[in-house]
């Protein structure tokens, strides 16, 4: 049973720190996302709990064990990277086992490994294939195959489905699901893409330049996140922002205004709002609806007809650019004037410092 602990983590390279202290606990069992954009450091914190990187400050504990200066392979953790790097030489079955056969692991008990995790991963029938006879997603198996005979306490990946096509990465990220349901084991995965994050995680941690902005279920960091960087971030497409001006506060509502909001009424937060404060209005795209005389005004720049849905870009009067996903079809032109309302329990606003006032 190992989950894990991060304490005060740090890492710097030199001058630069790239980890600012991140404070994590994760559960045994628990499926973990790390995500953000690239350079945030995600593979650093990744690398830094397998031991691949040193650990400038802070600690980390693996089950009820400090492992700052304990050698990766008595982690109990087992990693897959983007690249996968199998023996081109060996067939499937050999590159699987080859850690076992380093180890000396006795020839009957590797067999057994190999063959267990070749059934988890439905991949009997390629065993005796080289590398270059199996396809992406095929090759990306035997790298997780390796970690899995290991029987690692934790599994760690590291963006392991980048090098695969759209379609495959939706099949093979629904197998790398089913393979944690499947273990029990603790995983930590990596990716900058947030769909990934959104489906695969129990726990989503998103990171922006080295610190943890926000941690939490998927679902909640969608309906409310902690600041613009995580609202911006999860959900696609993009949530829109735009500045307004609190007008008035009453019992349940407040009223905002700006150059491109007339009059927006919205759920009141309760945190409390003063008249004249300048905040930024949050709206997902999918939250806004064409009306007759709306609040939010807008042109439309860009119009895609897709049937089932209709996605508008819409031009503010301030120059910003919007999203508006519609559902079903609408015969909208180009250049057309357009209003919205917003939908007042799902719009989201944000103080001057960035942070969401809930
Ligand atoms: P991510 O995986 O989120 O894309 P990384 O963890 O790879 O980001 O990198 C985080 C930051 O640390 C980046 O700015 C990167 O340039 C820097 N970095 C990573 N490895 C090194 C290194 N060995 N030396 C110096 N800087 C590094
Ligand atoms: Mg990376």
Known sequence: ????SLKSLHKSYGEVEVIKGV??????????????????????????????????????????KLCNAVEP?????????????????????????FGLKLAKTP????????????????????LDRKPSQLSGGQRQRVAIGRAIVRQPEVFLFDEPLSNLDAALRVDTRMEISKLHQDLGATMIYVTHDQVEAMTLADKIVVLNAGVVQQVGAPIDLYQRPANLFVAGF?????????????????GETVTVSGQDVLNLQLTKPAASLGVG??????????????????????RVALIERLGNETIVNVELPSGASWLAVLAGDHALTRGESL???????????????GNAVY
């Not at 049973?1 to 894990?4: E, N, P, Q, V």
């Not at 045994?28 to 990744?46: A, D, N, Q, R, W």
């Open 1 to 4: 049973m190992a989950g894990l």
């Open 107 to 126: 020839h009957d008990v590797r067999e057994q490994k190999i063959r267990e995790a070749a059934r988890i991963l439905q991949m009997e029938h390629l």
């Open 234 to 250: 999860i959900g696609s497409p993009k949530m829109n922002f735009v500045e307004v001006k609190v007008g008035a506060v009453n």
């Open 73 to 97: 392979r008595d982690r109990g953790i087992a990693m897959v990277f983007q690249n996968y790097a199998l023996y081109p030489h060996m067939t499937v079955y050999d590159n699987v086992g």
């Open 23 to 64: 404070d994590l606990d994760i559960e045994h069992g628990e499926f973990v996302v790390f995500v953000g954009p690239s350079g945030c450091g995600k593979s650093t914190l990744l690398r830094m709990i397998a031991g691949l990187e040193d650990i400038t400050g802070g600690e980390l504990w693996i089950g009820d």
């Open 277 to 298: 404060d300048t905040l930024t209005l949050g709206v997902r795209p999918h939250d806004l609806t064409p009306v007759a005389s709306g609040s939010i005004l807008g």
């Open 339 to 353: 209003t919205f309302n917003a939908d007042p329990a799902k719009t989201i606003l944000f103080d001057k410092a």
